[in-house]
């Protein structure tokens, strides 16, 4: 066993306890936090890949910016606790088979699998490869998405102004 | 002797020897808190015409902030009966983790460096994010209004700051062609960063100290209106873990202030005789001087005054500072 597939179940199994928790957790709140330690083990999956700039690109938009967007989201809105529900029995045996079917499908997919020969060289200079990349050849999508997003921050930024406006007509 | 730790194959002596690296690394740096402390309370005193702690070890007060360290040792750690006590407990940590995390990034001289990342600057601001959900998630836990509204405050403030903060870096890179730190020292070899791009160097040292929750940014603890900020519930230990995170922060984004704008441990012209670690020290100094400074001499902002700055002025004169970047770079630097 190397150190690198050591790094790897440790990372793996901080996602997906993360994420188990994630689901089975009560408060909302430490959903948010069981969801950190997801996105911070995914980054720590990248970094065993050497893709080093996705990771701190991860870092920054999940774990930093979407995770406090989230918590900001919760806590200054209101919200009951919630409820805990039964599901019925037929639901449940429904979900698990397919969950089962699902497992099975990408079990056998992934084991028939072939990627061809793995790339040598991508890990060095991968930031400069990904800007290359990024403004040579997929240059078009790389502009409409910033349009997609300036779009985006301005209805939010129009959507604020009008709330704003109701409560100083009344 | 780091560099060819980094590169060769690594192994569990390496393992060993940068376990032991940073832990002199940690000892440094809570040596540095000790006297940044002390220094910052001195020259308040000063400023404030006032002698400052001069008690405690000497004349000088050189002990004040042991004593006052192991103050805080002994006393009684609480935990509210009403706090969410498992995030109460792990929000120390989630803050200070980090704040030492990202000091593995920083070179502090030619030879003394402890990683040599080719995303360094990119590591720094992702990891340095991550301290925003600790206070935030202490701010909630406590199950206390002013926590809460400290906790916000301060996460709200450190997201905006954080983006006028990453604009006006842009400058550098573009100069260095790197994200590496290293690479970006080197790239100053005859003339820092600061010169090339004031604009940026400006942006930069003004939403540093936002993102540093200091005076005149520090809402987030503004002591006349929510007595204390997101701490208020935290006593002993836990408080002083809050404490260390904002003064390493302190060490860390005054050794990133050196290291892309002032030069890190390039020499002025004609002292080159002076190793460079002291010149990596006396900018470093120079930094955390100027924020104490700024602390004594600027009030505190209003909340919606904190909003309108960050986004109406400092990130439209970031991006003005990207394009006037490019337009030195294309001119003079080809």
Same mark, same amino acid.
């Given at each position: 066993?190397?150190?690198?597939?050591?790094?790897?179940?440790?990372?793996?199994?901080?996602?997906?306890?993360?994420?188990?928790?994630?689901?089975?957790?009560?408060?909302?709140?430490?959903?948010?936090?069981?969801?950190?330690?997801?996105?911070?083990?995914?980054?720590?999956?990248?970094?065993?890949?050497?893709?080093?700039?996705?990771?701190?690109?991860?870092?920054?938009?999940?774990?930093?910016?979407?995770?406090?967007?989230?918590?900001?989201?919760?806590?200054?809105?209101?919200?009951?606790?919630?409820?805990?529900?039964?599901?019925?029995?037929?639901?449940?045996?429904?979900?698990?088979?397919?969950?089962?079917?699902?497992?099975?499908?990408?079990?056998?997919?992934?084991?028939?699998?072939?990627?061809?020969?793995?790339?040598?060289?991508?890990?060095?200079?991968?930031?400069?490869?990904?800007?290359?990349?990024?403004?040579?050849?997929?240059?078009?999508?790389?502009?409409?998405?910033?349009?997609?997003?300036?779009?985006?921050?301005?209805?939010?930024i129009v959507i604020a102004k009008r709330d704003d406006e109701k409560e100083a007509g009344k | 002797m780091v560099n060819d730790l980094l590169t060769s194959p690594p192994g569990w002596i390496h393992a060993a020897i940068f376990l032991g690296l940073g832990a002199c690394l940690l000892v440094i740096v809570l040596g540095f808190v000790t006297y940044a402390i002390l220094a910052e309370r001195k020259v308040l005193g000063f400023m404030q015409l006032r002698p400052g702690p001069n008690r405690v070890g000497g004349r000088f007060g050189l002990l004040q902030t042991v004593a006052d360290v192991m103050k805080l040792l002994i006393k009684e750690d609480t935990i509210p009966k009403a706090a969410d006590k498992p995030l109460f407990v792990l929000a120390p940590v989630l803050a200070f983790a980090p704040a030492f995390m990202v000091l593995a990034a920083?070179?502090?001289?030619?030879?003394?460096?402890?990683?040599?990342?080719?995303?360094?600057?990119?590591?720094?601001?992702?990891?340095?994010?991550?301290?925003?959900?600790?206070?935030?998630?202490?701010?909630?836990?406590?199950?206390?209004?002013?926590?809460?509204?400290?906790?916000?405050?301060?996460?709200?403030?450190?997201?905006?700051?954080?983006?006028?903060?990453?604009?006006?870096?842009?400058?550098?890179?573009?100069?260095?062609?790197?994200?590496? %730190? &290293? $690479?970006? #020292?080197?790239?100053?070899?005859?003339? !820092?960063?600061?010169?090339?791009?004031? =604009? /940026?160097?400006?942006?930069?040292?003004?939403?540093?100290?936002?993102?540093?929750?200091?005076?005149?940014?520090?809402?987030?603890?503004?002591?006349?209106?929510?007595?204390?900020?997101?701490?208020?519930?935290?006593?002993?230990?836990?408080?002083?873990?809050?404490? %260390? &995170? $904002?003064? #390493?922060?302190?060490?860390?984004?005054? !050794?990133?202030?050196?290291?892309?704008? =002032? /030069?890190?441990?390039?020499?002025?012209?004609?002292?080159?005789?002076?190793?460079?670690?002291?010149?990596?020290?006396?900018?470093?100094?120079?930094?955390?001087?100027?924020?104490?400074?700024?602390?004594?001499?600027?009030?505190?902002?209003?909340?919606?005054?904190?909003?309108?700055?960050?986004?109406?002025?400092?990130?439209?004169? !970031?991006?003005?500072?990207?394009?006037?970047?490019?337009?030195?770079?294309?001119?003079?630097?080809?």
């Open positions: 066993m190397t150190g690198e597939s050591i790094a790897f179940f440790i990372l793996a199994l901080t996602a997906i306890a993360g994420g188990v928790m994630m689901i089975n957790m009560s408060n909302v709140i430490h959903m948010v936090v069981a969801l950190v330690f997801t996105f911070l083990a995914i980054a720590g999956i990248y970094i065993t890949l050497s893709a080093e700039f996705v990771a701190a690109v991860q870092v920054l938009i999940y774990s930093g910016a979407i995770t406090i967007i989230m918590l900001f989201g919760i806590m200054l809105t209101r919200h009951e606790r919630m409820t805990e529900w039964k599901l019925p029995k037929m639901t449940v045996l429904l979900s698990g088979a397919g969950i089962l079917v699902f497992f099975l499908i990408m079990f056998f997919g992934i084991n028939r699998l072939s990627l061809g020969n793995p790339a040598t060289d991508l890990h060095i200079d991968n930031t400069k490869k990904i800007g290359v990349e990024l403004y040579s050849k997929y240059v078009i999508p790389f502009e409409l998405t910033s349009v997609l997003l300036l779009v985006a921050l301005i209805g939010a | 920083i070179p502090f001289s030619d030879h003394l460096k402890f990683s040599d990342l080719s995303i360094g600057l990119l590591y720094y601001i992702a990891i340095s994010g991550i301290t925003t959900v600790g206070i935030l998630m202490a701010g909630w836990a406590s199950n206390n209004k002013y926590s809460l509204l400290g906790g916000m405050r301060s996460a709200a403030q450190m997201i905006s700051y954080e983006i006028p903060l990453v604009v006006s870096v842009v400058g550098v890179i573009m100069f260095s062609g790197s994200l590496n %730190l &290293t $690479e970006i #020292v080197e790239g100053q070899k005859t003339v !820092a960063y600061m010169f090339l791009s004031p =604009l /940026g160097f400006i942006v930069f040292l003004i939403s540093s100290i936002a993102e540093l929750n200091r005076t005149p940014f520090d809402l987030p603890e503004a002591e006349s209106e929510l007595v204390a900020g997101y701490h208020v519930e935290y006593s002993g230990f836990r408080w002083a873990f809050f404490m %260390l &995170t $904002e003064y #390493v922060y302190l060490f860390a984004m005054a !050794a990133l202030t050196t290291v892309l704008f =002032l /030069g890190g441990w390039n020499p002025v012209p004609f002292l080159g005789f002076i190793p460079g670690i002291i010149w990596f020290a006396l900018k470093f100094s120079l930094i955390v001087f100027f924020m104490i400074w700024v602390r004594g001499t600027m009030p505190r902002l209003r909340a919606d005054q904190l909003m309108e700055f960050a986004w109406k002025v400092l990130l439209p004169v !970031a991006l003005l500072n990207i394009f006037v970047s490019a337009v030195v770079k294309e001119l003079f630097l080809r």
